[in-house]
DNA sequence: TTTTAGAGTCTCAAAAAGAGACTATATGTA
DNA sequence: TACATATAGTCTCTTTTTGAGACTCTAAAA
């Protein structure tokens, strides 16, 4: 098989003596967009129902209306996220997920119902964490 | 159910209604930490086998040493990674998956198989993008 | 005696994110 | 007529994060 596997401790040593820089690793490639900051939230948003521009600045208030605009645009450019304007006046601009957003959603999603179902969990271990004498 | 659930529109309608914060929202509370740069990778190292400090370091040589630090030290505090010491001269720090770190890379290795299998259409469309007047 | 290895910390520079003002056009309201 | 509102942003400035690289400490090996 020709594909780049994922990065496992051999794959990166023979990438390594290859040369090869690691900017081309798929997972990293596709994971870091996905995992900024608002990225997973307006993926949410989307993967519900298209959102128009201004309903999802009022869904998520605390986000500045310039990470809306570029988290939007790398996800568009990824191909996760449609942009349509319709020539209204003023313009009406909705996103929506293309079917790769669709695709790539069913994946992620579960990492998603883990956060729901053990974020309990997780809050506990940071609270042990900052408690001892590491925090 | 009781369960906090994950940021539908109607639920952040309703949580904005109720004066809720957004900081709260079990989501963005976990995966905005395993979204990080390196989160993903070292993960992914971990997963595959407990690894020590200079191995990770030697492995993805295109990260600072407190990068490495800084991500291990919160992936421990979520309780994800567990970071033990032998009392050997000099001292050998090894870090492992723990048993939540376990559970939920199985929920968040199926993004890292979706993108394994399309990083070629993501690349695509990032190419299509720059090469239209948008990009 | 200088080097090497392990596991970091510290400081400073560069990149990314956030706040808030500002733009354009077209309606509705006083 | 003058003013405010709505849409979908951009521009600039400030604050946070990230990154690069030097520096620390200990003990064994060359």
Redesign the pocket.
Known sequence: MDQISSPTSARLRAMQAEGMNLDSCPVRTVVSRLG???APLLLQLLAERPH???ELRRLVP??????I??TLRDLERDGYVN?SVLPT??????YSLTDMGVSMFESYRLLFEWAEANHQAVRAAREAFDASDKG
Chains 1, 2 share one sequence.
Do not use: A, G, L
């Open positions: 900024s900051k608002w128009r521009f201004s605390d986000i500045s209306q310039r990470m605009t570029q942009r006046k003023p313009p009406s601009v909705t």
